[in-house]
């Protein structure tokens, strides 16, 4: 595999991390809309620690939760992408698919999009069984990306 993995779907390009995408990623993550359903906002400093953290993964595995960029316009618009939950689920050991857009690029049909380049990776390439999804309850259009898929 080369290492790290990245790949285009119809109108984006799935790839790893940039020094770029830092400042774009701290908005989404200070945006209440996207952040709805996570404990709270993330500072620019947390936001930017979870941006090396998902960076180095995919440095480490070639895969893992993806920048997203508009092919059109190169612009980066979020993640998606494999990852595997640092805690203990019902489901573990597992490999989930996971996604979090920039709220004026909800609607699109991106982040559906970009997850079933993910989950085709996942079963093809790394030969997974099985990928699992999980969200809060009223998290409906998380649940709309999964039921999609
Ligand atoms: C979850 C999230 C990624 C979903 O984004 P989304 O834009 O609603 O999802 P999709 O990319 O699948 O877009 C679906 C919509 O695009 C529309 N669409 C427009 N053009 C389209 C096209 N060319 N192709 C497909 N769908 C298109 C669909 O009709 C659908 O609209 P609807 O929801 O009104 O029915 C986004 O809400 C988000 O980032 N949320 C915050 C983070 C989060 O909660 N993550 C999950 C944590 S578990």
């Not at 359903?37 to 895969?63: H, V």
């Not at 618009?77 to 050991?93: A, E, K, Q, W």
């Not at 997974?128 to 898929?149: D, H, P």
């Amino acid at each position: 595999m080369t290492l790290p993995f990245e790949f285009n779907s119809e109108r984006l390009h799935i790839r790893q991390w940039q020094a770029s995408d830092f400042e774009p990623f701290a908005r989404i993550n200070a945006d209440p809309k996207v952040m709805k359903y996570f404990p709270n906002l993330l500072t620019r400093l947390e936001s930017d620690a979870l941006a090396e953290r998902i960076q180095s993964l995919i440095t480490n595995r070639g895969w893992g939760f993806w920048a997203v960029e508009i092919k059109y316009s190169q612009e980066f618009i979020g993640f998606v992408g494999l990852h595997v939950p640092t805690t203990i689920l019902p489901f573990s050991p597992c490999v989930e698919v996971g996604w979090r857009l920039e709220s004026t690029h909800w609607g699109k049909g991106y982040a559906t999009e970009a997850a079933a380049e993910a989950i085709q990776f996942g079963l093809d390439r790394l030969g997974l069984a099985e990928i699992v999804s999980f969200t809060a309850l009223k998290n409906y259009r998380s649940q709309n990306v999964m039921k999609k898929n």
